[in-house]
């Protein structure tokens, strides 16, 4: 039996991203940005979606122990997904009050931690979703419509 | 603005970039905080900053930035001007401070877009 439907997955990549290393951060954004030109998506979804990656990828470089970023691509909808291995959102609501943030100077020193990621990942996004247990993970969910 | 023009106004060096001087600019942004750059900055700006590390590069890429002018006589290291350029991006360095240079700038015609 064949189904044929309009949201049928296109493909997956997920990306890898490691903790504290600032020297890649933002490569896995940069090779999302790359894959959807070469899909040839609409400029501006480009431009969203890729922010939304490379505030998503900085977090989990910044904040957590590690974890991934997953980009799939179906007919119908790009959908950006970041889980990580904790530590976890200790208030998810305030994390997502913009210039609310537990960054390190250090963070700050390289031009991050400002506060404004989560709610810049929400405002690129066509549909946000995030979930966060304190010692378990985040997984957060950002959806772009073609 | 021609990135030319940027360069001219603030008497800024090249660093890497003279095939895209030509590009038209249309809005500028000063900022330290690439937070900020990524919360609010559109597409053809000219991003003045004094931070010189990788992720000025990266956000630039993201947001399709098209020149980045570090100020107070900064100059990025030889692995971020290499980044620079396989992603086409102008970089340009100025004595002027932050201030200053976005006035000059701002005084040539150029807006926050």
């Given at each position: 039996m064949t189904q044929e439907n309009s949201g049928d997955l296109v493909m997956t990549h997920v990306y890898k991203i490691e903790a504290g290393n600032f020297t890649i951060a933002g490569e896995a954004a940069?090779?999302?940005?790359?894959?959807?030109?070469?899909?040839?998506?609409?400029?501006?979804?480009?431009?969203?979606?890729s922010i939304a990656a490379y505030?998503?990828?900085?977090?989990?470089?910044?904040?957590?122990?590690?974890?991934?970023?997953?980009?799939?691509?179906?007919?119908?909808?790009?959908?950006?997904k970041a889980y990580d291995n904790g530590p976890g959102i200790e208030d998810v609501e305030l994390a997502m009050e913009e210039g609310y943030s537990?960054?390190?100077?250090?963070?700050?020193e390289?031009?991050?931690?400002?506060?404004?990621?989560?709610?810049?990942?929400?405002?690129?996004?066509?549909?946000?979703?995030?979930?966060?247990?304190?010692?378990?993970?985040?997984?957060l969910e950002a959806k772009f419509v073609l | 603005m021609k990135i030319r023009t940027v360069k001219e106004l603030l008497d800024a060096r090249l660093i890497v970039g003279e095939d895209f001087l030509?590009?038209?600019?249309?809005?500028?942004?000063?900022?330290?905080?690439?937070?900020?750059?990524l919360a609010f900055v559109k597409e053809q700006t000219v991003l003045l900053t004094g931070l010189n590390n990788p992720q000025v590069i990266r956000t630039a890429e993201v947001l399709d930035v098209s020149a980045i002018v570090f100020v107070r006589g900064k100059t990025p290291s030889?692995?971020?001007?290499?980044?620079?350029?396989?992603?086409?991006?102008?970089?340009?360095?100025?004595?002027?401070?932050?201030?200053?240079?976005?006035?000059?700038?701002?005084?040539?015609?150029?807006?926050?877009?």
């Open positions: 940069s090779n999302i940005k790359k894959l959807l030109r070469q899909l040839g998506i609409d400029a501006n979804i480009i431009r969203r979606a505030e998503a990828e900085m977090n989990m470089v910044i904040h957590s122990v590690g974890g991934h970023l997953e980009i799939e691509i179906t007919g119908g909808e790009i959908v950006l537990t960054a390190t100077d250090s963070t700050r390289l031009g991050f931690g400002a506060g404004m990621g989560l709610p810049n990942i929400k405002r690129c996004s066509d549909q946000f979703h995030i979930q966060s247990e304190m010692g378990q993970g985040t997984y | 030509d590009q038209e600019v249309l809005s500028g942004c000063g900022s330290d905080l690439m937070s900020d750059v030889p692995e971020v001007i290499e980044m620079a350029i396989e992603r086409d991006i102008v970089l340009l360095s100025t004595d002027d401070t932050l201030f200053e240079a976005c006035g000059k700038l701002y005084q040539g015609g150029l807006r926050g877009g």
